[in-house]
């Protein structure tokens, strides 16, 4: 069974279209190695301060002191007035939706996995920030070609510009995407294995039944590494991968649990 993430088929859709990298990094994304560090705090604070008003939850301030810095108070003030607005208008909403579908291609199912940031009965909202305002990338954005394929619900963006000097928010518009249809996304999904067999790239993308000790990861921060590599290293890392469910063998399970971490 093969699966990958939403990130990674936008990314893959962004390179076709001749928006985002070239051959050689798309395959590196695809590898889950990064070619360059991009900071995206700034935008982790919008998020969290946007879903601490939708849940009650009270996470900026820790998420702030970790990061080591904040928004400005005229910023936090615009994203509550937004936040009132949005409360007012929208009700049934679930924050952080996790979602997952299988997509059939000649190449065998691939499962796709993303993380929504908020799902209402009638449309998907995704929270963007960014420094300038590019309306086509919100439209043509792949992401919310999937999210509406996944959940048969129409795609909202709201944008947020934001100051990298100030730390200043402002909310610049909202953005309704016009779906271009299953088969677009389909032959997307089919350009994607096709690029994956192409350059020889199942085994990061093939995900086992079972993780047992002697199984291969690829996550960035234990790439290519055995299980039991990762149980000497960092326990604590296969400790939450059985608490996000991924299928780890019954032998694994009683080890992690024997550690008492």
Known sequence: MFSDSVTKLQNYHEYTVGVWGDSESIILDIMGRKTTKISFDLGNL???????????????????????????????????????????????????????????????????????????????????????????????????????????????????????????VKFEETVLQTYRGDSYVQSVIEGFMRFVVKNDLQLFIDRPGVFDFDTYIFSPKHFFKKIEKVLKDDPGYVKWMISKGYNCSEDVVDYVTKLKI
């Not at 998020?47 to 939850?57: F, R």
């Open 46 to 168: 919008v998020d969290t301060y946007i879903n601490d008003g939708l849940t009650g939850k009270n996470t900026y301030e820790a998420m702030s002191e970790k990061l080591g810095m904040f928004l400005h108070q005229d910023g936090l003030d615009e994203l509550d007035n937004w936040l009132s607005d949005y409360k007012a208008k929208n009700t049934g909403y679930v924050i952080q939706k996790e979602i997952k579908k299988t997509f059939d291609t000649n190449y065998g199912p691939l499962v796709v996995s993303g993380i929504t940031d908020v799902v209402s009965p009638t449309h998907i909202d995704d929270n963007k920030t960014t420094k300038q305002f590019n309306y086509e990338s919100y439209i043509n954005s792949f992401q919310g070609y999937l999210y509406t394929y996944m959940l048969q619900l129409p795609m909202r963006y709201n944008v947020f510009k934001v100051s990298h000097i100030t730390n200043r």
